[in-house]
């Protein structure tokens, strides 16, 4: 059991708007501005999205935006793209006993 | 070219050791603190150690505590895994991945993972 929770799978329409959600608690993604999402395709490295809840990376496109609310932190994919199917996960620190935590992951379909 | 490297993966019984390393370059491995991160066969990524910049700080997931043990060599840009103990629940690509901000979980760069398999 993964300590952040995501849902398992969402799908969306090339074009549309879609957001992934993870929960955690107020020790971990409530209490650090310290969450980053990885977009994962099968047999590959994890690719690094977004990091402190809302900063994007140098070339990862404009299209994907992070944005958090108390223990939810969000990830947003706007204009879905046949490429952007893959898996996602959220991460945050959890203080330095913890220190890690990822979320379950998210297999986005884009149908 | 900027890249990390895992090497030393491979089938290994339970109950015996190995030893992940992971060559760095094309950027200062001697200013980011560095994790391991694994991912068992069809799950998701498991947080497994990091290390500071200088190694002066480690920490572990409690999975793997008393069991693994990071560490780095500077002046050889490579980190390593020392994983002794091994137990089946251990089986899983084992990837390290550079932490660009310290030692919180920002990895913007992986390398390729390397696969530990554990089984008699």
């Not at chain 1, 929770?5 to 929960?23: D, E, N």
């Not at chain 1, 980053?36 to 395709?41: A, D, E, F, G």
């Not at chain 1, 893959?86 to 991460?91: F, K, V």
């Not at chain 2, 019984?13 to 391991?36: E, I, V």
């Amino acid at each position: 059991q993964s300590a952040l929770t995501q849902p398992a799978s969402l799908s969306g329409s090339p074009g549309q708007s879609i957001t992934i959600s993870c929960t955690g608690t107020s020790s971990d993604l409530g209490n650090y501005k310290l969450v980053s999402w990885y977009q994962q395709h099968p047999g590959k490295a994890p690719k690094l999205m977004i990091y402190e809840d809302i900063k994007r990376p140098s070339g990862v496109s404009y299209r994907f935006s992070g944005s958090k609310s108390g223990n939810t932190a969000s990830l947003t994919i706007s204009g879905l793209q046949a490429e952007d199917e893959a898996d996602y996960y959220c991460c945050s620190f959890a203080g330095f006993s913890t220190n890690v935590v990822f979320g379950g992951g998210t297999k986005l379909t884009v149908l | 070219q900027v890249q990390l490297v895992e090497s030393g993966g491979g089938v290994v019984q339970p109950g015996k050791s190995l030893r992940l390393s992971c060559a760095a370059s094309g950027f200062t491995f001697s200013s980011d603190g560095m994790h391991w991160v694994r991912q068992a066969p069809g799950k998701g990524l498991e947080w497994v150690a990091v290390i500071s910049y200088d190694g002066s700080y480690k920490s572990y997931a409690d999975s793997v505590k008393g069991r693994f043990t990071i560490s780095r060599d500077n002046s050889k840009n490579t980190l390593y895994l020392q994983m002794n103990s091994l137990r089946a629940e251990d089986t899983a690509v084992y990837y390290c991945a550079k932490d660009f901000l310290g030692t919180t979980p920002n990895f913007d760069l992986w390398g390729q993972g390397t696969l530990v398999t554990v089984s008699s």
